[in-house]
């Protein structure tokens, strides 16, 4: 019955009805905005494992308990610490052929300088692959900084991202082991903002770094490029106090709405709470503590409640490993209840209007996600693939087999901003927000009340005719 | 016979085609965009009093050597140093209700906190008004720290500035004599950067602050609102280490082409050479550098040599009260040579394109202006009033009678960058700097090989008709 696969699925006329109201009530409401004004004005910057993320915790619990969710509370768990270790600025400046301080900022995870600084001459590299293919003289980068030069590429997916990430993430350890006194990188991010981007390193298997890395803002990149072109010997001072500082606690936040007919069938939704410690973390990711804390509550408020549980999960410790990713997962993995989680999904990528509904589910189902999309579909949404994750925090359990869906949000400006100072809550327009929110609630409530499990199906002995 | 007062004026077929010629030249030449390229990475920020403006001056005329420029000097002079006294970065936190680092930077002439620094409540004024009508409690301020929130308003022609500075300049006046222990303003500019707008302050009968003043940025501005209108008191801690450092040299730097048949008249076209601390200047006024001097250039290599000689002025100083302007003009008094000074024009408002072509001179030589201003229209420029200025450092020798002309730039985005970090070099768009140096390389070579004395004349006796 081939046709079969291709009548569209029903969703039901009530079922429809109340989504449709759920969006416009969500189009109408700031709640989303006033959470994020909230949390970045009361709390402000948030790193992962810091006296501001507990606070962020605090925060969190009264807010949720104040909105009326239901089993508010806090998951703890272990971290271990990285901070910078002096204010948010680093002193970083050329000494040779022409003097002028830099604007950089470590890297997360990044060792110091020796107390008192360092110089050293720099070695430049177009790129990250051209620091990778440099190993024909062993000793060129001993006692030297390495400089690495990609440029990312704006999009509205963002996946220039990934790729411009590389040097951030790998490229100390070829560094530090070639004998390098230290990594700079022209700052991930698209802005020719003079604030550099920061972000986690990469750290293969448990490995720390002994150097400095350090990441250094667009236009002074463009000034070593310049001066590397003039085919001038650069050298560098900088001091810098970044590390490790052993052992603290961390957590993240649940609350639920319980489901009426199948509590134990959960519907997670999430964000992070955690921030870098640059900026008060707006769009990254204030935004998604908002929308999809609205989101849940605009349904608990409606009158109708879902069938399935919702579970709103505030992750702590995303930016420094998705820590707190891991231990919800391992966590469930240990009380059985990872099979409980019926679908997945995250907001974190700033509050520009959602425009894709991207999904990974069973085949069985894409009639019932694509159902969902026709329902979202008048707020400028298109339909993507079933290849999608559903969010950074969501991968700890996508790899243990919950279906994910993802409201894709347009991230043309997103890099602009994100891990700089400059994510703050200004940059937030409240009519997008407020699209995000619309979305989220009316994709909420229709998974929510949906019966399907959309896992991956076994096949099937095919039905006899 | 008032018919011949609207008679367009005839600036001659050779004169009107080589200055078409001229303006074909600079759209094909990238002089400037290398001149400011090569200032901003070669000598950097250049605050004024320092040996980084020292650099400068030699790096000008080295330059302007190079370019064959005649008579090419330094006119030394000497200037009151102020500094910030520690690197670029100022210690300024929100210390309740709800702790957060602040992004602020001191302003011009600012003194400092005590060594220690100091921790105060905050006094809010919505703009600088309220802060004059304030007053009624005489006590209010005492051992307060007044904050002023005025916003700018971006246009094309910066206009907003002038009004959103009345605070910068002189809000700590009031402040100190009410007993304040300093000053804090919501950035001036128009940008929702993390980085704050510097500048200098006023100092009336030479009086100068004992206390510390800050402009914030504009995302920590929006947060000092927020938390005054939920009717918190806000506490800040702040730490600063800026002062008056005593007497130093700065200079301005002089190049000239000699006029062929008229050299005592002098057609006189300047920029300023020095920069704020935080920024390589590129805008703010690298740009300028680079536009008057290429278009001084492009006429001296064009084999024809104007009438008048045109002289390059590259002012030091300009930024902390137009020390070096002021210092060119004394001296031109104390030499006798005002008089010779025809006419003055300053480029000082970054590298947008040219869209207005204003004035300032006498009655009878508008039909002049108006001609040279049809021969620039092809450029997009539109025809100003006669009520113009020269550019900042011409305000001297305009007070003392000399003409002016400006072509005025788009000002809409200047805003965003000046006087703050983001002031460097990737900000100009070579195509549009090349638009500039056209409209002034012709708008100088007409005004080089004029016969016309451009100040206002004494009323004539009507001729006999
Ligand atoms: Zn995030
Ligand atoms: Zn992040
Ligand atoms: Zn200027
Ligand atoms: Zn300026």
Not at 132 to 137: G, P, Q, R, T, V
Not at 344 to 365: C, M, Q, T
Not at 410 to 420: P, R
Request: charged content about 25%.
């Amino acid at each position: 019955l081939a046709h079969a696969q291709t009548e569209p699925f029903d969703l039901g006329q009530d079922n429809r009805e109340i989504a449709q109201a759920l969006g416009q009530a969500a189009l109408d409401s700031d709640l989303a905005y006033e959470i994020t004004e909230s949390l970045t004005t009361e709390v402000g910057p948030r790193l992962a494992g810091t006296p501001q993320e507990a606070r962020a915790r605090d925060w969190a619990v009264e807010m949720l308990e104040e909105l009326a969710f239901e089993n508010v509370r806090i998951e703890p768990f272990e971290l271990d610490l990285w901070t910078r270790g002096h204010s948010v600025y680093e002193e970083v400046a050329i000494t040779a052929p022409y003097p002028q301080e830099l604007y950089a900022i470590s890297l997360g995870g990044a060792g110091a300088t020796p107390e008192g600084g360092l110089e050293a001459e720099v070695v430049f590299f177009d790129s990250y692959d051209a620091l990778l293919a440099s190993d024909a003289d062993e000793d060129a980068l001993e006692g030297k900084l390495v400089f690495v030069n990609d440029r990312m590429v704006a999009s509205r997916t963002g996946e220039g991202y990934g790729w411009a990430n590389r040097k951030r993430r790998d490229a100390w350890v070829l560094a530090e082991d070639r004998g390098a006194l230290g990594v700079l990188i022209r700052s991930v991010g698209t802005s020719t903002n003079r604030f550099a981007h920061t972000g986690m390193m990469s750290f293969p298997d448990g490995r720390r770094p002994d150097i400095p890395a350090l990441a250094v803002s667009a236009p002074d990149a463009d000034q070593l490029e310049r001066l590397h072109e003039m085919g001038e010997t650069v050298s560098i001072t900088m001091r810098t106090y970044a590390g490790w500082r052993g052992e603290v606690m961390s957590g993240n936040v649940i609350a639920e709405i319980t489901g009426s007919e199948a509590p134990d069938e959960i519907v997670i939704i999430g964000a992070h709470l955690d921030s870098w410690d640059t900026a008060t973390g707006a769009l990254d990711d204030g935004a998604g503590v908002g929308i999809v804390t609205a989101a849940a509550r605009l349904i608990a408020e409606s009158g109708h409640r879902p069938r399935r549980t919702i579970r709103v999960v505030l992750f702590g410790a995303e930016e420094v490993g998705l820590v707190g990713a891991r231990a919800y997962a391992n966590a469930r993995m240990e009380d059985g209840t990872v099979g409980d989680h019926i679908i997945g999904s995250e907001s974190d990528f700033g509050a520009r209007e959602v425009w894709r509904l991207r999904s990974n589910v069973g085949e069985h189902a894409l009639p019932e996600i694509d159902a969902i999309h026709r329902e979202l579909q008048s707020l400028g949404l298109v339909r993507g693939d079933n290849s999608g994750g559903g969010g950074p925090d969501m991968i700890p359990l996508q790899y243990m087999g919950v279906p994910m869906v993802r409201l894709e949000q347009n991230g043309e400006d997103y890099f602009e901003f994100h891990h700089t100072p400059n994510d703050t809550f200004d940059k937030i327009v409240p009519e997008e927000m407020a699209q995000n929110v619309a979305a989220w609630t009316m994709m909420v409530w229709l998974l929510a009340n949906s019966e399907t499990d959309f896992r991956p199906q076994a096949p099937q002995a095919e039905a006899s005719e």
